[in-house]
């Protein structure tokens, strides 16, 4: 590309926002306020080509070309205004296709020259980014000496780091999603509901990956039921699982959500931003998190030390 401006940017995994937050401030960041963006991938020819929507603002195309590096790397790109951003999507998705589409909620800090951005991308989860904006014609060496220095007053160890974009981290997550909605779908199809008829499947993922399923487990004596969720909570203790990262309930009914007491069953193993899929046989219909469906829940705690 010529005539293109060029960025230095860094990504990095963030399980603690808020003290990312107070030591970039405690290196004399300044807050700018919080952006809500929603970036609309198109299958490019060369590069990348995203539409951004973003509130406050307006919409921007950005036609860019980076390194997939788990360091600093340089990133060139080309910018320029959207009037009418609906439009222009729905061209570009009839000419290009669309890839993926990524919204976050950006936490935006400058620091002198530097912008740091707290992310919370839907589906992932939280990220920080350390970016420059390069000048022109000028050599980058004294950027990335700046995003180093910046990096390590972050605290942003090597562990942390990512070599690739959120929109790749996207397609990932959707894949791995459509698996666990999958794995859900077959425990339905085996249901043992023969008083009901309400046939349930619910699917989970544990840290290390592993998808284990349940299916509800009816009875003659009614109150010796056992739901889809504990059964798949079953499934997951007996192979050894401990941690669950994401789950999916899948009914045909217009929207299946845990009862009580799996709610309780599954926060014993699941984080209150834990992903949950309500599903029907047509696939995911809404995704809440644990926390929405068991507020001000009850843990191991509160109990006594
Ligand atoms: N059921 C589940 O398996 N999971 C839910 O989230 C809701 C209800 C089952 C229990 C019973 O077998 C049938 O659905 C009707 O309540």
Redesign the pocket.
């Known amino acids: 590309m010529t005539d293109a401006r060029r960025n230095l940017e860094l990504k990095a995994r963030d399980d603690d926002p808020q003290a990312t937050r107070a030591a970039a401030i405690a290196a004399g960041a300044i807050e700018h306020g919080v952006l809500r963006q929603r970036d609309t991938y198109f299958s490019a020819r060369a590069g990348r080509l995203k539409l951004r929507e973003q509130r406050p603002g307006g919409a921007q195309l950005i036609a860019y070309e980076r390194s997939d590096e788990a360091q600093e790397r340089e990133s060139r790109y080309r910018l320029a205004d959207v009037p009418d951003p609906a439009a222009t999507r729905a061209a570009l998705a009839a000419a290009l296709g669309i890839t993926v589409v990524v919204e976050k909620e950006r936490h935006l800090l400058l620091a002198d020259s530097l912008r740091i951005h707290l992310d919370h991308v839907e589906g992932l989860g939280q990220f920080v980014e350390v970016e420059a904006v390069v000048p022109r014609g000028a050599p980058t060496a004294g950027e990335a000496e700046r995003v180093r220095a910046l990096r390590s007053a972050l605290g942003i160890g090597d562990d942390r780091l990512l070599h690739r974009g959120y929109a790749a981290l996207v397609l990932e997550a959707l894949g791995a999603r459509a698996s666990l909605v999958e794995a859900a779908r077959a425990a339905m199809q085996r249901?043992y509901?023969p008083?009901?008829r309400?046939?349930?499947g619910?699917a989970l993922r544990d840290d290390t990956g592993a998808i284990h399923a349940g299916?509800?487990?009816?009875n003659s004596a009614h109150p010796q039921?056992?739901?889809?969720?504990?059964?798949a909570i079953g499934a997951m203790a007996t192979h050894g699982g401990r941690r669950i990262v994401e789950i999916a309930?899948m009914?045909d009914a217009d929207l299946?959500?845990?009862?009580g007491g799996?709610r309780q069953r599954m926060s014993e193993f699941a984080a209150p931003d834990t992903p949950v899929h309500l599903c029907g046989p047509d696939g995911v219909r809404r995704t809440v998190t644990l926390g929405d469906l068991l507020p001000l829940g009850f843990g191991a705690s509160d109990l006594p030390a």
Not at 215 to 218: A, D, F, H, I
Not at 225 to 231: D, F, H, K, N, P
Not at 256 to 259: G, Q, R
């Open positions: 249901a509901a008083y009901s309400f046939a349930v619910a299916t509800n487990v009816e039921g056992q739901c889809a969720e504990t059964s309930v009914a299946v959500t845990p009862c799996c």
